[in-house]
Each structure stands twice: as C-alpha cells, then as structure tokens.
C-alpha cells in the first residue's frame, strides 16, 4: 500500500461548498504525490455550537426554537450539498434551495433523512424535558456525521475516489460521555477491518472526527475540539507516515493570532511544548491531540487550508536548538482560583488528600496548584459544580472561591536552567496583578493566573518583550520582515 497520510480538516476548512471544494483539491495534491489520504473532518463551522443550542432549548422544553435552529441548518447543509453537486457538474448554481433533478436528489433525501431524525429526538427532549449527557452526545454528533457523508460524497464526484466510513463502527470509547475515552487496541483493530482495506484499494476513506460510540453501540464524543484528537487516534491506529492538521491559521503561532496580530509561525516545536500549549488553551491543536502520535513517533503538521502553500508547523519527538527562551505563549480563559485555608489542619496527615478526593469524587481536574504554609490554592476550568465542590472542602477548611481568572503560559524547552527569566516575565508585566505563579513540573512552561480581563494585554506585552528578535531557524521571520519594510516604503 501507498504511504498513508491523515489529513483532518477543521470546522472552517469546510464551512461551505467553496471551502470543500478547496479541501479536494488539497487532499488531490496529496493523492498526486502518491499518498494514500485518510480524510477527517469536523463538523462545518458553528454546527456544533448551534445543536448545543437546539439540545438546550429543547430541555428548556421549547420546542419550536429547537426546530428552528434545526430547520436553519437543514437548509445549509442542503444547499451547500446542492452547491457541491453543481460546481462538480460544472453548471452555475447561484439558487441551490429546490433542486429534484436526479443528479442532487440522493444527498437531499439522506440529508432529510438525518434530520428528520434529529427532530424527533428534540422534539421528545422538549416533551420529557431533560437533557442526560447520552442526548446530548446523539445530538451534536449530528454535525460530523453529515459533514463527513457529504463531504466524501464531493470527493466522489472530484474523481477522489471518496467513500464515508461512520466514525462510529471504529472509534470505540467507553461510555463517558462528552468526553468519552478511546479503547486504542479497539480501535486499531476496527480500523484494520473497515479503513484499510479501502486505503489499500486506493480509496479516499472520509471519516467524522469528534464522534465515537461505545462497544455496546452507544453514540459518543470525545470533547469539544475533539476532531484533532480523532485524526491522531486514526494516525496511531493506522500507523500513518504523518498526521496532518489543516486549520485557518499558518501553523501554530507564537501566540493566538486573533490576540496578538504579530505572532509569527512556528516552524518546529517538539511534542512536549506543544502538548503543553494545547494543553494550556492554544486552542489550534486539542490538548489529548499528541499522545498517540508521540506513542508511534509521528509528525503532526498543523498547516493552513486557505494558504496550503505555506509550510506550517512540524510537530517532532524533539525539536532542534532554539536561540529563544520561549516558542509560544498560551491563555486559558474561564478559570476558578479556590482557596482552601486551614491554620490547623495543614501539614496534618492525609490533609491533602482528603483535598484532592473532593475533587476527584466530582470528576474535576485542577489545573494549578499553589501551597502556603497555612493555605491551598487550586484552578479549575469554571463550572457549575464548583458551588458543590466547595461545601464539600468547607467541611475540611475554610474555602473562597472567585471566577474569570486566566491563566497564561509561557512554553519552551530552553527556559530550563535559563536564569533570570521569571524576572524578565514579570517585569514584561509589571502592570499586571499576578495571583498564583508556578513552573511546570516539565520544567518546560512557566505559567501563572491573572484577572480575565487583563490576559489579552498580558499576552501582548510578554509577545514583545519575548519575540523582539526571534530565531529565523524556528520563527518565521519572514512575514515581520515584510511588514516592516512595507512600513518603511509607506
Ligand atoms: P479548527 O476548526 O480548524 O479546528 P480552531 O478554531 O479549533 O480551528 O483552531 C484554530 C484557531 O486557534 C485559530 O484561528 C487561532 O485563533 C487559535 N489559536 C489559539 N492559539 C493559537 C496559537 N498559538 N497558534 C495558532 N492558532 C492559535
Ligand atoms: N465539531 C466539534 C467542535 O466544534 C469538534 C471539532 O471541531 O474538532 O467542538
Ligand atoms: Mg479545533
């Protein structure tokens, strides 16, 4: 068989018919090359948000305002099916809503046909009025299941050879619902059985990212930005030459590019740094993203659907020397700092872990942790169980908690044994009040919590204190470079 490359394609890198037509020619250029595409895809931009808003308005038992959105994006997906159908017949199709001939009828009848569905199951939400986790899954899996059919069907008429496998008969998870965890050895077997025997015919296997279901049969996802993870599920399972994230941004940045407008590319980064980055908010790769891939040792590009040109970021075992202390710098929003302060109790035996059990027995992870002699601060992503979370610590101690905090993270492999740099960060920002500070236990991310509010300025203040003069091995420089001299001309 050919070398196998999987290539998943993000919510905006499908969002309409012109989008999905670029990503056919992307996943062509790939075929051109002599390799073998395994195709993932997530759901068209916004879906996902707008079932979440359907299931909602259902369990609030408003029926109609959960078919409304459904209706909204019946539509869309019709047309945007209907769009893709014409453009490969090659006709002009400027209103694409009441199409019946033959050549658009299969997709708008299947497409019916899964929403039809859809609607019977908000309208018993609205009825029963109570929305379990298992629901809510079934409902926004929607979003990749029709994305993916009707994106491999467009692959079929490109002449890509596209055929739509179910996520769901190979990603098996257990029953955790919305963020189910992936059985590997399941998978790699599924996925011996149903993908690669098309692969190997030469075929575009298409496949939903985001969505699984558990081995009784029972529709699953893996989290929100979980179409990542999906793509390093099937390059483990698969054992792809390369993994290949297509996105709206030229790679991963030195920061968001939305809150920093001078972020540059980040050519290489090693899996570390940039586990630790998704980990702590970089929102481009999800955060479970790298580790199948690191188990199998291989590279994940992260590269940019609009400009395929570029040559995006290369993800390694391990990342070439950088000049600069820092490769990125990550923000987590919507965080909750609780402070647990005990005079007598600190220091006493098991007191710790009757803090953690708390936490463990409301499945809630903790971000950062802070010790003081007489006190205990922990961060967690803001949620409605922390009001529970913290009756149950007042049994043990005295609990403040206090929400929109963020916390920043600054990721690199040669901040170890560099010193001085705690104090060039917080002097970058000295305007800021800082609340908890802690350096990885990886030794590769410094990280500390400050109000929401100020995180956006923060993170542009330590960009230009840190990237000032970046190393052109590892940044590109090239594009500042430009914009500075075009600045000058002006
Ligand atoms: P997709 O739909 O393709 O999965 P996402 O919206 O999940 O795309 O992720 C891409 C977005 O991540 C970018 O548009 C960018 O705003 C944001 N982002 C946050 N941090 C970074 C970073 N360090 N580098 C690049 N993009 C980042
Ligand atoms: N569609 C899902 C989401 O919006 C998964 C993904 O896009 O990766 O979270
Ligand atoms: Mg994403």
Same mark, same amino acid.
């Given at each position: ?13 499908? /969002? ?48 109609? &305002? ?18 893709? !159908? ?43 009025? /109570?929305? !379990?986790?298992?629901?809510?899954? +079934? ?19 490109? &002449? ?6 179910? @996520? ?20 790699? /077997? ?13 075929? =575009? ?8 279901? =558990?081995?009784?049969?029972?529709? !699953? ?31 991963? +940045? ?13 050519? !290489? ?19 479970? =993203? ?7 040792? $291989? ?15 290369? $993800? ?11 490769? @990125? ?20 035996? &098991? ?31 803001? #949620? ?27 990721? &690199?492999? #040669?901040?170890?044994?560099? #010193? ?24 590769? #991310?410094?990280?500390?919590? $400050? ?22 091995? $590892? ?16």
């Amino acid at each position: 068989m050919k070398k196998l490359v999987v290539m998943k394609f993000g919510g905006t890198s499908v /969002e309409d018919a012109v989008a999905i037509h670029r990503t056919a020619g992307i996943v062509a250029g790939r075929r051109e090359k002599g390799l073998q595409p395994i195709v993932v895809v997530s759901a068209m931009a916004k879906v996902t948000d707008q079932l979440i808003a359907a299931a909602n308005a259902a369990a609030r038992a408003d029926r109609n &305002g959960a078919l409304a959105i459904t209706a909204r994006l019946r539509s869309r997906h019709k047309e945007v099916a209907c769009r893709l !159908t014409a453009q490969a017949r090659g006709e002009e199709m400027s209103q694409c809503n009441d199409v019946t001939g033959p050549a658009y009828a299969h997709s708008q009848t299947w497409i019916d046909a899964e929403f039809d569905a859809l609607d019977e199951i908000l309208r018993g939400l609205a009825a029963v009025g /109570e929305l !379990t986790p298992r629901i809510s899954d +079934m409902i926004v899996s929607y979003g990749e299941r029709l994305s993916s059919r009707m994106i491999a069907e467009a692959f079929a008429v490109r &002449g890509l050879d596209g055929v739509h496998v179910d @996520s769901r008969a190979c990603i098996i998870t257990d029953a955790q619902h919305a963020k189910a965890v992936p059985q590997d050895v399941l998978i790699e /077997e599924k996925l011996k059985e149903q993908v690669l025997p098309l692969a190997s015919e030469g075929k =575009t296997v298409v496949m939903g990212g985001f969505i699984g279901s =558990t081995e009784k049969g029972v529709t !699953t996802t893996l989290g929100r930005g979980g179409s990542d993870f999906t793509a390093a599920l099937i390059g483990g399972g698969v054992h792809a030459e390369a993994i290949e994230i297509w996105t709206d941004v030229n790679g991963i +940045m030195t920061a968001d590019p939305r809150v920093c407008p001078d972020a540059l590319r980040v050519k !290489t980064i090693s899996f570390e740094e940039a586990a630790e980055l998704a980990y702590f908010g970089a929102k481009v790769l999800h955060p479970a =993203t790298i580790l199948p891939a690191v188990q199998k040792n $291989i590279p994940v590009l992260v590269l940019n659907s609009r400009n395929p040109e570029n040559e995006g970021t290369r $993800i390694i075992s391990l990342a070439p020397h950088c000049d600069s202390p820092f490769k @990125s710098i990550a923000v987590k929003k919507r965080l909750t700092i609780i402070d647990v302060v005990a005079s007598r109790m600190l220091m006493s035996h &098991g007191y710790l872990k009757a803090i953690f059990e708390v936490f463990d027995k409301h499945k809630c992870p903790v971000d950062m942790v802070s010790t003081s002699e007489v006190s205990i601060s922990l961060t967690v992503d803001s #949620n409605d169980r922390i009001p529970e979370i913290a009756a149950d610590l007042s049994r043990l101690a005295d609990v403040k908690y206090e929400g929109r905090k963020a916390l920043v993270c600054m990721v &690199g492999e #040669n901040i170890r044994g560099q #010193n001085g740099i705690a104090a060039q960060v917080f002097n970058a920002i000295r305007h800021v009040n800082v609340r908890m500070i802690s350096q990885g236990a990886s030794e590769i #991310n410094m990280s500390f919590m $400050i109000e929401e509010d100020d995180a956006d300025e923060a993170v542009r203040s330590l960009h230009a204190a840190f990237f000032e003069k970046p190393d052109p091995e $590892i940044f590109e420089v090239e594009a500042r470079k430009s914009a500075t001299a075009e600045a000058s001309v002006r």
